[in-house]
């Protein structure tokens, strides 16, 4: 175990890069209070180093402060405008999407949006920058014109009002888009190397140097992974004719981001990213050594560290590299492996012998790692939950890195806005062998003193690039600026006592109850007391993918024998056997299935119906005690039902993940749902005011008929809400995953519930599916498949002489997304691959209709086209595989015969490369076509394929209103920051399931009930509270 | 035919601004029928049901939010189901039938009303309806078509029937003989103590369920996240 009191001691490096690597991936989500009590002795204030630091930092502060000019307007604006209130957050939404809006008319309806719903006459007058109440008079005038043409009840009002708005619009646009550049222009030093460096010429002046940043985010394409490289290529190359040219000054460097020279920059494509992305960044690394400009690779998601030192580490080997002390890294303070990655590139140096520039930033995508893992149901967090927590962390890499057996390895390099930070390290530091860094626009008084009291060297991290680039980066600054608890915000703000922003981390963060913030619950525990949050590993991390690897792996060679168990007999006999075999590879053989005829159909429903009253008679407590075992058994289980879902329903490794945490997530919701809804009698009044006290029990034999795509999901979501609710069930799971289906009820039998409460048939639904819903002893069907079938099984239950059958039914959609231009291309298109081609499509959620406002479309589809070159279909125990198989050669005849048909009549706009080795599976290659009309669709096609059609911004409404005529309403995605836009969308689709801003599959049981309406289904939704009370019915109990 | 009527733009348009209404305000409105409605020998149990039926109406209005991972808002909320049917049968009363208009209205559907044997009192009824503001686009008495033509109705989205137990067999079966969507039947079959249309969760089967997901980080919901990172507890 690391241990941070261990690399102080010189002799700690000798151990070599290569053992302490294996220290890095074991933190990542390791124990936030024994990882911080551990650091706080490092970060702990030695000798009169506290004293020191806040004398320091105190004098910083009152120097910045009693300059008049060291308040940018900018600083003001957001010290008024904070992120706590709805009118920071408005300009800063603005601020995200205005300047990439290309048409007039959506751009003012943005601007309508967010200017009219705030209160801007609470800021008049509030702030002592005569700009910033101008700017606030100008913002509560616009939002008054804006809304000029709405009655408060958003009617519209006159004539004069409406064109007084509309001549008004274009100088409002303007104006908007002249401050937004002008926020930009904080933030940016120029929109080209050129500019940049003339506008840093007043910097260097004062002493400081640059880090020039090309602006940019993560490419999705090749062709946007091309186009990052040359401009790093040319800004090291300016960058370097510019040191010619002024030898006497500090040298610049350049710093770059990887995900911006790769189009899958991931872990999960580590061996392309080890060879096209390494020869893609040595080539940088030969041009900039060339000429002598240090390069610093950036920081970026927790999921990629691993891979980025893995990357650094070839690099920094190489021979071209070899004897360079120009390449660096950033390690994120925030990381709770910081401590250990610092140590192992120490020892990499001592291995290579060359001094590595190291820049220790905090980390800048907290806000995210906390979201991820919280989906992702991790076992903890990759960072600290308490900002004092990274400050601590901070300050203890701090030490290690200005400690003495450093020295020649390592250049540290100190990027904080913090005065106390940096106070606190020229308090620690016993040499001047290291840097300041900070970001251009801000923290410029403070670093101005800085350099004066200490001459320490302070670079300026400084984007380049044009403001359409810079949107994503401009909200990271205002994020960090904004907020009332930041530093920034906080040396800016003359109320805040200057002792408090002088206290050491270390005291601060010993003085709280806890080291973790309780306010963050950990992934597992975000639904509280309700239930514990199904788990996951995360297979980017090298500590959690491979011993969950190898458990998976144990299974790969396996094989399943399948059967039916009826009164938990396995039925062997009256059957007939299937061989099974892997969608993704036909020649693997996974098991064999035995397919039950007419007479086990019966025995099946004699027990059902024999036992249904002693289930039902069952208390609740133990019937969800059964449900909550299953859920963990197939916890225990994972690895297992993992190996099953890839071999036999053709998942990929991440698609099988997320099936078993929703079995475990169904498992535990329906069981507290059941104990809430169950436990007690309710109550009401009938017509005559006499109390009716009722009991909610189960209605009796229920039919379970399940589909192949989530095929122990949906199978044990339908199982579970009808056992838990006291039905005995009778299980038909699709033909093509009956292994899985076998293996779930044995787990399920396994926890001691009562063999006559569940029966599982395996067969065909001519066969097995007929029977049972033409039977007069089954009181209902719970079905997930296909609309036609659904109208069968209804047909069949109608035709008994009985009073009608509950029927639950969960059908497919024709699913549309609808992007407006005020979306973020790159967002939308990562979230159209993920929602129309994850699963191979074979999602009834997944996206089929992509509606793309025309003034954005081509800029859209370029990137969509690229992204779908990226796209890897194959083996789905690779786990570089993005797309596996469709389920069987049914599906996948038919699916081809659609892209065949639409070949001849749409625009074919990407198709996914096929590799061979797909030949022996049944796959369908990603396609995306152009069409004119939703009329050119016919019916869903359950597949990997994208059909997206142009719309005018005016013609919104009537797009609505041919999706909703198609009948189907299952999902709806919708991209868009205005919110009105959004929120009308949503209002006016019928569908069951909307998803703005965000992908639109993969619902989170308890969280995002899912289930649609019209031909997609009847609700009501599963995994949501309505849910369950359908499976019961209301007994009265006599007085 | 009602087909013509309910596919027409301005029927789709009257039924989401009905729809969008509220669950409160239509059964504010519909409350302002009760002290209205035609003498019968039943009045005061008809009272007493439709102020049941429209009490829940707040429960209705109650969207869930719901727990999950940060940097994200779910809801859950009803809204009506779109077009239904409501069948009264000889052999009941009209305290049935009027449970389920109201029922139906309240929650949000438009509908189409066929009583034939207790026509009369549907037509008091219905003008009663549109006399207090009720759209006619949302509310159509049909008593000249036959129950095999009303159940045709293409743009048809949820059957209501007061009637037997065995009819409800026959309409189950004439309901699923139908193409395209699956349309529920609920049914009350105590035409005299309303005993279903009286249970907790009996008006949930009258509506559709909508969830809704914002990435609020796009929006700048992040910082609220960032703030809790800086909390000082």
């Known amino acids: 175990m690391f241990k941070t009191s261990d690399i102080l001691d010189p002799a700690y490096l000798n151990q070599g890069a290569a053992s302490l690597w294996a220290n890095i991936s074991p933190l990542y989500a390791a124990d936030e209070s024994v990882i911080l009590r551990d650091l706080m002795r490092l970060a702990t204030p030695q000798g009169n180093e506290l004293a020191k630091s806040e004398q320091r930092a105190t004098t910083l502060i009152e120097h910045v402060r009693a300059n008049a000019g060291a308040i940018h307007m900018i600083d003001a604006l957001l010290l008024e405008y904070s992120l706590d209130t709805r009118e920071g957050i408005l300009l800063m939404c603005l601020a995200e999407a205005l300047m990439r809006i290309p048409d007039a008319d959506t751009a003012d309806a943005l601007i309508r949006d967010k200017l009219s719903v705030a209160d801007w006459k609470q800021h008049l007058s509030h702030s002592d920058s005569l700009l910033v109440n101008m700017s606030t008079w100008g913002l509560l005038l616009t939002g008054k014109v804006v809304t000029m043409d709405e009655r408060e009840d958003g009617s519209p009002s006159s004539i004069i009002n409406q064109l007084l708005n509309r001549m008004s619009e274009p100088v409002i646009r303007k104006v908007m888009q002249q401050a937004m550049k002008i926020m930009g222009h904080q933030f940016v030093l120029g929109q080209d190397m050129p500019e940049a460096f003339k506008c840093g010429k007043p910097y260097r002046a004062k002493g400081y140097t640059y880090s020039f940043d090309m602006l940019g985010e993560a490419a999705l394409t090749q062709s946007d992974a091309n186009h990052y490289f040359n401009d790093y290529w040319q800004a090291i190359q300016f960058v370097g004719q510019q040191q010619a040219k002024f030898p006497n000054e500090i040298p610049a460097s350049v710093s770059i981001k990887l995900s911006a020279l790769h189009p899958r920059y991931e872990v999960l494509q580590q061996a392309r990213e080890m060879n096209e992305l390494l020869i893609t960044v040595l080539k940088l690394v030969s041009h900039a050594r060339n000429l002598n400009v240090a390069i610093t690779i950036d920081a970026e998601e927790a999921d990629r560290l691993e891979l980025s030192l893995q990357l650094f580490e070839q690099l920094y080997r190489h021979p071209q590299t070899k004897g360079w002390k120009g390449l660096g890294l950033v390690v994120q303070a925030y990381s709770k492996r910081a401590l250990p990655v610092l140590a192992w590139l120490a020892a990499l140096a001592q291995d290579v012998g060359d001094r590595i520039p190291v820049r220790l930033v905090k980390g800048a995508y907290w806000d995210t790692e906390i979201k991820l893992c919280q989906q992702k149901g991790l076992s903890g967090y990759p960072v600290f939950t308490r900002k004092e927590g990274t400050d601590v962390s901070y300050l203890a890499c701090a030490r290690f890195l200005l400690s003495e057996h450093l020295r020649g390895l390592i250049w540290p390099q100190f990027a904080s806005h913090n005065a106390h930070t940096l106070a606190a390290i020229m308090a620690m530091a016993q040499h001047n062998r290291f840097e300041f860094q900070r970001l251009h626009g801000m923290g410029d008084a403070l670093h101005d003193q800085v350099i004066q009291q200490s001459g320490v060297i302070t670079r300026i991290y400084a984007p380049v690039g044009n403001h359409k680039d810079l949107l994503p980066y401009l909200v990271r600054r205002l994020l960090e600026n904004g907020a009332n608890s930041s530093f920034v915000h906080r040396l800016a703000d003359q109320r805040c006592p200057v002792a408090e922003l002088v206290q050491h981390p270390y005291e601060v963060l010993k003085s709280r109850k806890t080291l973790y913030n309780p306010q963050i619950p950990l992934p597992s525990q975000i639904f509280g007391a309700q239930r514990v949050n199904s788990s996951s590993p995360n297979i980017a991390i090298h500590s959690q993918w491979q011993p969950f690897n190898a458990a998976v792996k144990a299974h790969l060679n396996r094989q399943w024998q399948a059967t039916a168990l009826v009164n938990g007999q396995a039925v062997t006999e009256h059957s007939q056997m299937i061989s099974v075999s892997s969608p993704a590879n036909r020649t693997i053989t996974v098991g064999t299935a035995h397919f039950v005829n007419a007479s086990v ?361 041919a999706i909703n005529a198609t009948g189907y309403g299952l999902t709806l995605g919708i991209h868009s920051r205005n919110e009105h836009t959004a929120a009308h969308i949503e209002a006016r689709a019928k569908v069951g399931n909307t998803y703005i801003n965000r992908n639109q599959i993969g619902a989170m049981v308890g969280v995002q009930p899912f289930g649609g309406q019209g031909l997609s289904g009847t609700g009501p939704k599963a995994g949501g509270c309505h849910y369950l009370p359908r499976f019961t019915h209301l007994v009265a109990l006599e007085s | 035919m009602f087909d013509n009527t309910f596919l027409n733009a301005q029927h789709v348009a009257v039924l989401e601004h009905w729809d969008r209404r509220g669950f409160r305000s239509r059964a504010n409105l519909l409350a302002t029928i009760v002290d209205q409605l035609p003498e019968t020998a039943e009045l005061a149990k008809q009272k007493t049901l439709l102020r049941a039926l429209l009490a829940k109406a707040d429960g209705l209005d109650q969207a869930d939010t719901l727990l999950g991972p940060t940097g994200e808002s779910n809801v859950l909320y009803l809204a009506g189901r779109g077009d239904t049917l409501v069948y009264g049968s000889e052999t009941t009363s009209p305290l049935a039938i009027l449970g389920l208009v109201v029922a139906a209205l309240m929650t949000g559907n438009a509908v189409i009303l066929h009583a034939p044997y207790h026509a009369d009192w549907a037509e008091q009824v219905c003008r009663l309806l549109y006399q207090v503001g009720v759209p006619s686009n949302i509310l159509t008495l049909s008593q000249d078509d036959s129950l095999e033509q009303l159940l045709a109705t293409q743009t048809l989205k949820l059957m209501c029937a007061a009637c037997g137990v065995l009819e409800t067999i026959d309409l189950g079966r004439q309901l699923a003989a139908r193409e395209g969507v699956l349309v529920p039947l609920v049914t009350e079959i105590d035409s005299v103590q309303c005993s279903h249309l009286l249970q907790p969760d009996f008006l949930w089967r009258f509506v559709t369920e909508k969830t809704r997901t914002i990435n609020t980080t796009a929006v700048g919901g992040n910082a609220s996240l960032l703030a809790l990172g800086s909390a000082s507890i």
Request: aromatic residues 4%.
């Open chain 1, 601 to 961: 159909v019966e025995q099946a429903l004699q027990t059902a119906s024999t036992f249904a009253p002693e289930w039902q008679a069952t208390p609740v407590e133990q019937r969800a005690d059964f449900i909550r075992q299953l859920g963990n058994l197939l916890e225990t289980h994972q690895a297992e039902l993992i190996a099953l879902c890839q071999l036999e329903a053709g998942k990929t490794v991440q698609d099988a993940i997320d099936e078993v945490r929703e079995a475990v997530d169904f498992c535990r919701y329906y069981a507290q749902q059941a104990e809430q809804l169950c436990a007690q009698p309710e109550t009401w009044l009938d017509l005559s005011g006499q109390q009716v006290k009722a009991q909610r029990l189960g209605r009796g034999v229920l039919v379970c008929i399940s589909p192949w795509n989530f095929p122990l999901a949906i199978f044990l979501g339908q199982i579970t809400a009808a056992l838990v609710t006291g039905n005995t069930v009778i299980a038909k799971p699709a033909e093509q995953t009956s292994l899985i289906a076998h293996r779930a009820i044995e787990l399920l039998l396994s926890t001691g519930i009562p063999s006559g409460a569940i029966q599982l048939l395996l067969g065909d639904g001519a066969t097995v599916g007929t029977l049972l819903t033409r039977d007069p002893r089954v009181q209902g069907v719970v079905f997930t498949g296909s609309t036609e079938t659904a109208q069968r099984i209804n047909r069949n239950l109608s035709q008994r002489d009985c009073p009608p059958a509950l029927l639950i039914a969960e059908t497919g959609g024709q699913n549309a997304m609808f992007v407006d231009s005020t979306a973020l291309p790159e967002q939308v298109v990562k979230d159209v691959v993920l929602s129309g081609f994850a699963s191979a499509g074979q999602r009834c959620s997944a996206l089929r209709i992509l509606c793309v406002q025309r003034d954005i479309a081509d800029r859209i589809l370029d990137l969509l086209s690229g992204a779908m070159q990226e796209l890897r279909v194959g083996d789905p125990l690779l786990l570089a595989t993005d797309v596996g198989p469709v389920i069987d050669e049914t599906a996948q005849q038919g699916l081809l015969k659609h892209i065949e048909q639409m070949k001849q009549r749409a625009r074919l706009i990407a198709q996914t490369p096929l590799p061979a080795t797909c030949d022996k599976g049944t796959f369908v290659a990603p396609t995306a076509f152009e069409i004119q009309s939703i009329s050119e669709l016919g019916r869903e096609q359950f597949g990997p394929i994208v059909h997206v059609l142009r719309y005018e911004a005016r013609e919104l409404d009537r797009l609505i209103d």
